[in-house]
């Protein structure tokens, strides 16, 4: 059974949906999935999520919020670095427990997704993106990062490296992820 220290029900459907999609995919569970989980009706889910694609934007935006809350709110403290570090440390929560992140578990079906579900999922990457380019510049300011290229492409490479390396993770059954982080370091 699923555990969820938050006490409404709401919120457990929203945890509980983000994991099936890190998991599944969007189109690889039902509310059957939740309501099981939960031990409730289909109803209750329905009752708080009338439709998969609402629930879908919700799980979206309760993850741009911790993403938030965790990382643009000087949440990350130190160097650019330390701050590129810290950043990696949210895909690293995803390998260890052996999922991918909701860009990776997301993005490969987006062209079969509801529209509203495809622009909350591309506010999010931008948002992602944004913030590793403001690192990436502060840190090749301050003479911390030397590599070639744009901010940009950098931030891309880091993004797509990391996304790519939870899913080789699953494929493979091997640490992809730590040689990716690995390289990402020694190349900044």
Known sequence: MYYCPMNDTKSKIIHIAENLIRTRGYNGFSYKD?????????????YHFPTKVELGIAVIQHTRHDFEVKFKKSHFDG???????????????????????????????YDLL???????????????????????EEGRMSGEFHFKGTVKSKA??????????????????????????DQILTTI
Do not use: W
Request: proline share 2%; charged share 25%.
């Open 34 to 46: 939740i309501s099981s989980e939960l031990n409730i009706k289909n109803a209750a889910v329905h």
């Open 156 to 181: 891309d490479l880091i993004i797509t490296s990391l996304m790519a390396s939870l899913i080789l993770n699953k494929v493979t059954k091997e640490d992809v992820f730590s040689n990716s982080v």
């Open 79 to 109: 160097n650019n670095k330390e701050r590129l570090k810290q950043f990696i440390d949210l895909y690293s929560k995803s390998s260890k427990r052996g999922i991918v992140c909701f860009m990776g578990a997301l993005g490969p079906s």
């Open 114 to 136: 509801h529209p509203k579900i495809q622009d909350a999922l591309t506010q999010a990457g931008k948002e992602i993106r944004d913030c590793v380019c403001i690192i990436l």
